[in-house]
């Protein structure tokens, strides 16, 4: 074999194995028995500690210098070099350090729990000030390897080649036209007329009408599957596709709309190239692009009359007949946009809210410029300027919602809001293309949207970073502009 | 580390990450969608060969060697003994002939499926006779490398240090008293009248029944689940136990009692000694001390008064009240004995029948001493002889309705018989060293069996053979007497 064909096979190597921890994880969100914790725990250890040896082997240098030296196709070269920066970034941490980091991560993370729920801002704030120094210092040192700033290197953990400056430069015109736009929607709300639906609404009848609805977005049961966990996820491998979603009885949408997100994010995973399988040229392109292919499912296609169609009639047989069934009533209640603290819980359009502050804060954080006590004054002042909400005192409403700082994740919140962002160019793009969309939707056929994803998104793979591959396919850099078109057309 | 901790440290290292296999062994049959069947079985395939290349890694023999000369307390030089033999073993076998025999296996496994529904034994021979060239040179290979037979190599594999001369003492007797057994048996029950209950029984109710079954058996559910599988089985490990079930809704019995059975393998898989967990000491002592353990449960804990009392008002609760519920009936219910040509179908009393014909045509078909075509007449008088049962022309109902010849296993059938003579000659001794053991037993505690179990089979781990453990156990020889026994006294 030839050292390149040598790396691939490593690497199918280990997307083989990964499978097993892949299934592993998400057996312990939806099945594991709580006294297994620690054995699972131990064994998904080991099994992580095995894979970055085998992602560390020393043989791989060698490989990696005589395959450069190859003449390879194009596409093998792109891979070839996402390999060489894989093993760029997996040396530039020194061991005892992703140690050091992971002890903190647990200590944060029970911090966390019990705090949250003792509202209890400086309890926390003890386990993630150790944390943010191993963060801070792991940062540096990928941005001393990648030749970045050091929050730029967390940035480029999800989304390859994006900068602060970028980020910046994407939400910045977000800031001045979002209140605004806030404002003026509920105004326009406060006006209209809409039935709730009235509940019981059993979880058996629930999981139907979340089965049918996968079915009209195209998730294939033959190679995946729909289960209950408390915190719902799209997990399992691209050739087995786990989501999960919780109920509740007394309504039904937040579970449903949840589940078409996550079938967005499985069917990226599903689509992704099928002869690039567990090559680094093969994964997805983003974090920021997998939510633009969950909000395209949930919000572009989903918040629609075409959807709200065919929706009626499958909540009328689940659930009975009821006047807020009709199409016209179901959309309004998808649209509601209301205020509120929790990020998880929030519509579309106030959404970004709580993204912007979280994006200006972490690169304070990581530069120190913000220290971890001022936390909640920074978090109040910001949420009544962007939002218009009062969150002092409530730190479960405010800095302690969220689990991705306990879990050492600095740098993923601006994803949330580039995916809708995404979510908005590329499904404007789409439209442009697809003169009959409307029409096609209307008759109940909501697949060209997701088929047009496959051909220009999913099958890419991760040979572009987000913002060329947006560019290609829209032929227009990433902004802001179509997303506010969207809610203006949507919601004004 | 001393070069025993090292060979220790390797061995828990392994045990950890076979963690993960046996969770995605259990999650294919339980959970996994079809269309994800091929890529599993890449990532279990390579993941086996990992494992294997662990268990084979040079290193160990330098390490082998260097413990050998160390001081060792007696159970750590016992571990250590069947480190080595694992090794010797697991180097018996050339690569090239495993591969074969897995590819003879796949073939054999296909034209089983295919066969079995045509009724069709030439088309299966034709796939089992390469298949019984590579079982035969591997049993040769591991006889050479163990001083054993061909055939007593294969035992060996299920039955550390059992022989075919073994097997032979045990089941001639069996031979002699169980056609007249099964004859007086029946003719008996022939004068019994009986309430068969009536249907259908909801699998909700039944997944009831069968949970509290499995509660009063001192199942815990805080470490284990049970879920539904086709073919019910007991897996994942001693700290995630995971049994499974399947239902019909006309019938309950059979699910139930399978359900105690499975309940019976899983209490001994995690009544394990912690302290050895993962090391060759610490396993199951043999499948013929599982099938011991699981029939315990099913057969001699279950099929009695006490648990019959305990058993009724669960089914009363669950199906509505019924004169078949009554206690005594449900006996006679559970202890129902007839003649059939399925060996997963039969009671206790014709069990033994089934077993004994496929243990003595084993050793022939490896000694080559039956041909794979004669199987079927062989099988059509032997069925004859000892059970008066006609299966002449019927495949299906004959030599086609076992999976194990086509997935290689030889040698695993006498532990079925062996597990009902444990079961019974363990719950005898039970009996002589727990005088108020009927009295506890019905005042509704069934505890007191289980507990003796674990601390007399369980906690010994694989320290010794199932015959050495037997023995030191019942101070008697293991043997089919007190099997006898217990059919005269439950039956007669």
């Keep these: 074999m030839t050292a390149y064909a040598d790396l691939k096979a490593h690497y199918d190597t280990i997307y083989r194995l990964e499978h097993l921890q892949s299934i592993a994880t998400w057996d312990r969100m939806v099945n594991m028995p709580s006294g297994s914790a620690k054995a699972r725990a131990e064994a998904q250890g080991e099994f992580e500690a095995l894979i970055q040896k085998m992602q560390m082997d020393p043989a791989l240098e060698t490989l990696l210098r005589a395959a450069h030296d190859a003449e390879l196709a194009p596409e093998e070269a792109a ?50 000030k150790p944390l943010l120094v191993c963060v801070r210092e792991r940062a540096e040192r990928l941005g001393d390897a990648l030749g970045l700033s050091p929050y730029d290197a967390l940035l480029d953990e999800y989304d ?37 639906p009235v509940g019981p609404f059993s979880i058996d009848a629930q999981k139907k009408v979340g089965i049918a609805a996968m079915t009209i977005f195209g998730f294939d049961f033959d190679r995946g599957r729909l289960d209950v966990s408390q915190h719902p996820f799209s997990g399992g491998t691209s050739e087995d596709l786990r989501i999960t979603t919780r109920y509740r009885e007394d309504q039904f949408l937040p579970s449903l709309l949840g589940i078409i997100h996550e079938t967005g994010h499985a069917r990226y995973q599903g689509g992704l190239p099928m002869p690039w399988r567990g ?16 909000l395209s499912f949930e919000k572009q296609l989903a918040l629609t009359p075409a959807f709200a169609r065919l929706l009626s009639p499958l909540l009328v047989e689940a659930f009975g007949s009821q ?4 199409p016209d009533n179901l ?3 998808m649209t509601r946009v209301n205020r509120g603290k929790i990020r998880v819980d929030a519509d579309e359009v106030t959404y970004p809210a709580h993204v912007l502050l979280r994006s200006e804060i972490e690169p304070a954080l990581i530069a120190g410029d913000v220290g971890v006590d001022d936390i909640p004054a920074w978090w109040d002042e910001r949420m009544a300027r962007l939002l218009d909400v009062d969150t002092r005192g409530d730190h479960g409403g405010g800095a302690l919602q969220d689990v991705h700082w306990c879990q050492g994740m600095f740098g993923y919140f ?17 439209k442009v293309a697809t003169p009959d969309h409307e029409s096609r939707a209307m008759a109940g056929d909501l697949s060209g949207y997701p088929n047009w994803l496959q051909d220009n998104v999913w099958l890419a793979g991760a040979q572009f970073s987000t913002g060329d591959l947006v560019a290609r ?7 802001s502009s179509a997303l506010k078109a969207h809610f203006e057309e949507r919601y004004l």
């Excluded at 983003?286 to 633009?292: A, D, F, I, L, P």
């Design 323 to 326: 006047a807020a069934f009709e």
């Design 473 to 479: 396919i829209t032929g227009k850099p990433l902004s």
């Design 414 to 430: 601006p994803s949330y809001l580039m995916g809708a962002m995404i979510a908005a160019q590329l499904k404007a793009a789409y």
């Design 331 to 333: 959309l309004m209640l």
């Design 279 to 294: 090559q680094p040229i093969g994964v997805a392109c983003s974090t920021s692009m997998h939510e633009g292919q969950s």
């Design 160 to 196: 390859r080649g994006l900068t602060l400056k970028d980020v910046q430069a994407l939400f910045a015109p977000v800031v001045e036209w979002l209140p605004e736009m806030i404002d003026a929607v509920i105004a326009k709300q406060a006006e209209e007329t809409f039935i709730r």
């Design 79 to 128: 891979n070839l070099a996402l390999m060489s920066r894989q093993r760029l970034v997996a040396s530039a941490v020194p061991e005892a350090l992703l140690r050091r980091r992971a002890e903190a991560i647990s200590a944060a993370y029970q911090a966390w729990v019990k705090a949250k729920g003792q509202n209890d801002w400086a309890a926390f704030a003890k386990t993630l």
